[in-house]
């Protein structure tokens, strides 16, 4: 019998032997130094959001194939573009495998989209996303102010825009600008143009800078990709957030980002945000004077009626002698009366004197009093029997008092006082009542007095009032001296300003003579 051929005879003897790890890792190896990093074009699918791990999990595939993709947490926070599920992308990053399952993966550092096409229909679903959440009501937009004390400006610190608009604010109504200084274009710029909004929102004017009245975010134009940092929805946030007026001024005029449709107002341009923002100052001085001319030419008008209507007055009152002649002749009878009075009154005084002093004679006095200590005896008599009489009485009372002081009794006294003291509490609430109704009418009809017969009544009209140095009213030009210093007060304030005059009494300027009409022809028939 043969003996069995050893296995060290076999054939395959020759092949090196391997462990399933040697193999897996000398794959990951070879895989990995073949294909260092790659780009790689597909449709994202099985996308469920980050990993309770802050990783992200999914596939990338075309219409043959499919590759298993990873973005580690570290990677995945740094995205400027986020993957969503059936949207193409474009994904960067290294080829390897993994060992546990034997499948190969891409671990991805960067995903951007694939073209206009895909970035539009991405940009049309947030548009719809964020307006279904009310972010771009109307009725969230705010005014912006008529004339802003500091504008902020949300832009690169380097580029023209700033420049722009700084030129413009300058030629139509110097102010105070700050500048925030951000990127307008990269993978960060939708982070920092957020927090630039939230930062200006943030200042309060307590620490040395001023809080602005109006924001504006600007930037150049430029292809979707370079916009594409003003269509996140950080930056939408803080836009519909702002409690500052936001003007968006991001493109040119034919370029729409989504800060557009959430910003209180779209300026087609940087430089049209600037015209929006503040207004002309040399059209506000030529109003302010067209007003003060007006207001002159008003006043000087009033005065004339006031004068004329006074000599009209004046004119209808009668002499002051006339006035005067009545009284005096009445004064002369009272005087004449005065006398006749006072000597009247003297000799009746003295007659009564006379009659009082006969009376006081020592006989008289003597039988007053006789009178008198007679009826002093007769009072000490009967005033033991009265004293007895009146205890008895005292006595009488105080027995029935005291016997109407039983439980029942003493009860019944308590509800009669309780039911009395009741009535007299609702009489008490109904006559305070009635009383502070009557005082409050009385007030508030006082109160709308005083408002007609105030002059500010007469100041809501639109006319103010001119006090000299003395904070005395000034009522005619002619009052005032050259070099005075004037305080006009406005409806709703006082003092708003101080006017150092150059004199009194300057003549009004002359009407323009009127053109003379050209002669006509006359008629020949």
Known sequence: MTDAIPAADSPRSNIAEFSVSEISFAVKRTIEDRFDRVRIRGEV????????????????????????????????????????????????????????????????????????????????????????????????????????RVIGVVTSPTGAVIRDILHRVNDRYPLHVIVWPVRVQGETSGA??????????????????????????????????????????????????????????????????????????????PTGAAEIAVPVKAELEATIAQLGARLQAGIGRLADRKRDSLRAASRALPAPDALLAMPRQSFDALERRLGQGLGTNITAKRSAWSRAEGRLNPNRLSSLLDRDKTALRRFERDLPRALRHVADRKREALNLRASRLTVSGIE???????????????????????????????????????????????????????RDENDQPVKRADDVKKGAALTIEFAGRERVGVIATDGAGTSRPKPAPKPKKPPQQGDLF
């Open 192 to 269: 920092e143009v957020a927090n630039a909004i939230r930062g200006f929102n943030a200042i309060d004017g307590t620490q040395g800078i001023p809080r602005p009245d109006v924001l504006i975010v600007a930037r150049g134009g430029g292809s979707l990709e370079d916009l594409w940092g003003f269509n996140e929805e950080a930056v939408v946030r803080a836009a519909a957030d702002s409690m500052i007026p936001l003007i968006s001024a991001v493109g040119h005029e034919t370029d729409w980002t989504l800060i557009d449709h959430a910003a209180d107002v779209r300026a087609p341009t």
């Open 412 to 466: 019944r006294q308590r509800r009669l006082g309780v039911d009395r003291l009741a009535g007299l509490s609702s009489r008490l609430v109904r006559a305070l009542d009635l009383r502070l109704a009557d005082a409050r009418n009385t007030l508030d009809q006082k109160g709308r007095l005083l408002k007609t017969l105030s002059y500010e009544s007469v100041l809501e009209r639109g006319f103010a009032l001119v």
């Open 45 to 148: 699918s099985g996308y469920r959001g980050p990993h309770s791990s802050g990783h992200a999990y999914f596939t990338l595939k075309d219409e043959r194939a499919r590759i298993d993709a990873v973005i580690w947490r570290g990677a995945f926070s740094k995205l400027s573009f986020l993957p969503e599920e059936g949207l193409e992308v474009i994904a960067t990053g290294k080829l390897t495998t993994y060992p546990g399952s034997s499948k190969y993966q891409v671990v991805i550092d960067n995903i951007e989209p694939a073209g206009a096409g895909a970035l539009m229909a991405l940009l049309e679903e947030r548009r719809k996303k964020l307006a279904a959440e009310g972010l771009f009501d109307d009725a969230r937009k705010q005014l912006l102010p008529y004339m802003p």
